[in-house]
């Protein structure tokens, strides 16, 4: 990885950028959470919203795994936490008792409020100073990333 002093002299990498920017918009919702006395982490918070943004319809560990891009192992670990602090439950689907179907607590649902103010808070930071055409070039260049990973 190049350092400061290097990056000015040579061309920068889209994906060190990236990674980068990653690491920071972690690190600053890990100061979010911590000034909030917020238990969740980043991945939680984003498992939650998931499972809230899917509840017309059932949502099973596969479905996470897919929508987060994380291995199996991965996935169980998060809901094997998010299970024990009674924020989910997994119940046999009625159609195949080996599959587990993710269902929110009430715990779960009442921190939605909170979640969603951390994001906001987040995006409204990430977006300062950044004008709407600048915004939608940044979306268009990340669309074609994305599909150039396909």
Same mark, same amino acid.
């Given at each position: 990885?190049? /350092?400061? *002093?290097?990056?000015?002299?040579?061309?920068?990498?889209?994906?060190?950028?990236?990674?980068?920017?990653?690491?920071? %918009?972690?690190? #600053?919702?890990?100061?979010?959470?911590?000034?909030?006395?917020?238990?969740?982490?980043?991945?939680?918070?984003?498992?939650?919203?998931?499972? %809230?943004?899917?509840?017309?319809?059932?949502?099973?560990?596969?479905?996470?795994? *897919?929508?987060?891009?994380?291995? +199996? !192992?991965?996935?169980?670990? %998060?809901? /094997?936490?998010?299970?024990?602090?009674?924020?989910?439950? +997994?119940?046999?689907?009625?159609?195949?008792?080996?599959? #587990? *179907?993710?269902?929110?607590?009430? *715990?779960?649902?009442?921190?939605?409020?909170?979640?969603?103010? /951390? %994001?906001?808070?987040?995006?409204?930071?990430?977006?300062?100073?950044?004008?709407?055409?600048?915004?939608?070039?940044?979306? !268009?260049?990340?669309?074609?990333?994305? #599909?150039?990973?396909?």
């Amino acid at each position: 990885y190049p /350092n400061k *002093k290097e990056s000015d002299t040579m061309q920068r990498r889209i994906g060190y950028e990236i990674r980068e920017i990653q690491q920071m %918009i972690h690190q #600053k919702m890990e100061q979010f959470r911590h000034e909030d006395g917020y238990e969740l982490t980043l991945v939680q918070t984003r498992t939650i919203c998931f499972l %809230i943004a899917n509840q017309d319809h059932d949502v099973f560990q596969r479905d996470l795994e *897919k929508e987060l891009r994380i291995r +199996r !192992s991965t996935a169980s670990e %998060i809901l /094997n936490v998010l299970e024990r602090d009674d924020y989910l439950r +997994r119940i046999p689907a009625s159609h195949d008792a080996r599959l #587990k *179907k993710l269902v929110l607590t009430e *715990k779960a649902l009442m921190v939605d409020h909170q979640m969603n103010e /951390n %994001i906001d808070r987040m995006e409204a930071l990430l977006s300062r100073s950044i004008s709407p055409e600048d915004q939608e070039h940044f979306f !268009s260049v990340l669309d074609q990333i994305k #599909k150039n990973l396909e």
